[in-house]
Nanobody, 115 residues
Framework: QVEESGGGLVQPGESLRLSCTGL????????AYWYRQAPGKERELVAE????????TYADSVKGRFTISRDNANNRVFLQMNSLKPEDTAVYYC??????????WGQGTQVTVSS
């Protein structure tokens, strides 16, 4: 299982860092993902860190502003979000995937960007 934290209410232009903690799994062995879902919209992939080659992938809408990273010593993955915009408002979900039968989602954490 995985558990997110770090969401909240911020003003446009501010930053937040989301954390995702692996519970009972060795997170470093898993590919890690951050998704988000805004009201009335489909869930979208925001960022990915691949467990095979360590490659990073970002949605076009967040490139240059968001950074995904790992802390293997503490079994965590982070999403650093800078220069936040109102359109970044959503529930953010962490996912850890090793294979089809080891694929875990968190409950989500709300991020609201508003003045």
């Amino acid at each position: 299982q995985v558990e997110e934290s770090g969401g909240g209410l911020v003003q446009p232009g501010e930053s937040l860092r989301l954390s995702c903690t692996g519970l009972g799994l060795k997170f470093s062995a898993y590919s890690a993902y951050w998704y988000r879902q805004a009201p009335g919209k489909e869930r979208e992939l925001v960022a990915e860190i691949n467990n095979i080659d360590g490659s990073l992938t970002y949605a076009d809408s967040v490139k240059g502003r968001f950074t995904i990273s790992r802390d293997n010593a503490n079994n965590r993955v982070f999403l650093q979000m800078n220069s936040l915009k109102p359109e970044d408002t959503a529930v953010y979900y962490c996912r850890a995937r090793l294979n089809s039968w080891n694929d875990y989602w968190g409950q989500g954490t709300q991020v609201t960007v508003s003045s």
